[in-house]
């Protein structure tokens, strides 16, 4: 069982930055794959940014990409989420999300655990 914590949202002008947090509980974080997601008011849920067990390897949606940096730290149990050049398009809450798979996810029906969300709001 994993328990997921985000934190680190806010309201931030165009063009500013904002890093989520995600603390996670559990011996069994290093060996779970954590990815972020969003979800806009009216919208489905969309990937974000995923990471591999290691932190090796990384992934990212193509309107992140280039602005949005995902990390882990297995010592500290987190992934952070640094968001950098933010748009009004970025608004959402912002969910964790840990998958047991061996394979990073793009898609948050692979994922098994979820967080309650942080608020981000990007005014113009």
């Known amino acids: 069982q994993v328990q997921l914590v985000e934190s680190g949202g806010g309201l931030v002008q165009a063009g500013g930055s904002l890093r989520l947090s995600c603390a996670a509980s559990g011996r069994t974080f290093r060996n779970n794959a954590m990815g972020w997601f969003r979800q806009a008011p009216g919208k489905e849920r969309e990937f974000a940014a995923a990471?591999?067990?290691?932190?090796?390897?990384?992934y990212y949606a193509d309107s992140v990409k280039g602005r949005f940096t995902i990390s882990r730290d297995n010592g500290k149990n987190a992934v952070l989420l640094q968001m950098n050049s933010l748009k009004p398009e970025d608004t959402a809450v912002y969910y964790c999300?840990?998958?047991?798979?061996?394979?990073?996810?793009?898609?948050?029906?692979?994922?098994?655990?979820w967080g309650q969300g942080t608020q981000v709001t990007v005014s113009s």
């Open positions: 990471i591999s067990r290691s932190g090796v390897s990384t």
């Open positions: 999300a840990a998958s047991t798979r061996t394979v990073v996810a793009v898609t948050g029906t692979k994922y098994d655990y």
